[in-house]
């Protein structure tokens, strides 16, 4: 798959404290374009949840933009979207045999024998990280810096996603090392958090992307 420049997470934790809604956020997001965009929640998926999560997904479908849910497989399945998996989840063969083969998997990894593991899974993309110090993790991963994300590229030739404290003022560098596409958690968030604050700051990375 082609995985864009930049690739949006919408992480429930942190729009709550930045006192935003997950839909406005999303309205936000996909105003400029975006082509995917990933929604997690972290905890229980309650009726409350999934109904947000109907929200975001009609408004990704209005837009041509591909919902992947974090974690789930039966919310992704519910929501007829993708799903990307971490370590902990369902193994990526189990459920690509639920998804079937038209669904996007993406898979998380942290180091290099679990990026060699997952090159051999049924998977459309792989996420590393993370790359920076991060905050929307409880108990993060050794950070792998750019060098070490540059070193860990040649070990496939899936798409691949670098992940963790990527902000614009380090993103060029984290390209330069050769991933497909970075992915944006908080500093999406502007301090001023609005749909049209979200949606000028999606404006500044793809101005980023632009950039020879």
């Not at 429930?12 to 997001?29: F, N, P, Y």
Request: aromatic letters at 4%; charged letters at 25%.
């Amino acid at each position: 798959m082609k995985l864009p420049r930049v690739y949006p997470i919408l992480n429930e934790q942190t729009l709550s404290a930045k006192g935003i809604s997950l839909v406005d956020a999303a309205r936000g997001v996909l105003r400029d374009g975006v082509s995917i965009l990933q929604l997690r929640v972290k905890g229980d998926w309650s009726r409350a949840a999934f109904e947000l999560g109907e929200h975001v997904r009609d408004l990704c479908r209005a837009r041509g933009a591909a919902l992947i849910v974090n974690d789930r497989v039966d919310i992704a399945m519910l929501l007829d979207a993708g799903v990307h998996l971490g370590q902990q989840d369902l193994p990526p063969a189990a459920a690509r045999r639920l998804m079937g083969p038209e669904k996007t998997i993406g898979y998380s990894t942290h180091n290099a024998r679990q990026l060699e593991a997952a090159s051999r899974e049924p998977v459309d993309y792989i996420a590393i990280g993370p790359v920076f110090p991060t905050a929307t993790k409880r108990n993060p991963d050794p950070e792998i810096g750019v060098e070490g994300l540059r070193n860990l590229r040649a070990l496939t030739t899936l798409p691949l996603v670098a992940i963790g404290g990527i902000t614009r003022a380090n993103a060029a560098g984290v390209w330069a090392a050769g991933v497909d596409s970075v992915a944006v958690i908080a500093d999406l968030m502007p301090e001023n958090c609005t749909e049209d604050t979200i949606s000028e700051r999606m404006e500044e990375w793809r101005r980023l992307t632009t950039r020879k």
